[in-house]
């Protein structure tokens, strides 16, 4: 089974700053004959359904502000938030779709001001 | 607009079971790969299920395989997961998801407001 490893667990930053996450996978997720990384990052607020932010490690998704970034390839991925504001308060979660049937999400980290 | 809206979720005993349903609008829900992911109070998220949008093939965590069953209503363009012998560790709000397109190969764009199921004596 693919293992998703987020870090850190939690994180406080400062209204404007940067917000930067990491999300380690226990194998590539980059399929050599796209160049594809199976990648997606999700932002679940405080009593509602996730909310797709980045897929293909680094496309966003629709309508998401562009202060949402994802990079990385392989295993290592990151997901950046250049300029916090207060409605990004929530939990974040990676997930690999590269080996189905068994997506696999990261343990979340939960984002603060 | 597109949406989904789980309902069937509530208070089962041990052993039970339950049939959560899934209501897609503003989309052909057999058209796309769809999935149902649990989460536990206070927990993270757990893929349960998912039906393929391009072959109908079903798919399933080990943690759940032999007691739960997913399908789909083309004419009611409505996704159900079936749980059998429910226990204690499967209570969870349990979500509905559309993927992105129609293959599993990808990401979950749409996600329900979820429903609560709670397995307790």
Known sequence: DVVMTQSPDSLAVSLGERATINCKSSQSLLYNSNNKNYLAWYQQKPGQPPKLLIYWASTRGSGVPDRFSGSGSETDFTLTISSLQAEDVAVYYCQQYYTIPLYTFGQGTKLEI | EVH??????????????LRLSCAASGFTSSSYTMSWVRQAPGKGLEWVSSISGTNNATYYADSVKGRLTISRDHS??????????????????????????????????????????????
Do not use: H, I, M
Request: glycine letters at 14%; one cysteine or more.
């Open chain 2, 4 to 17: 989904l809206l789980e309902s069937g979720g509530g208070l089962v005993q041990p052993g039970g079971s």
């Open chain 2, 76 to 121: 009611k363009n409505t996704l159900y997961l079936q749980l059998n012998t429910l226990r204690a560790d499967d209570t969870a709000v349990y979500y509905c998801a559309k993927g992105r397109l129609s293959s599993p190969y990808d990401a979950f764009a749409l996600w329900g407001q979820g429903t609560l199921v709670t397995v307790s004596s």
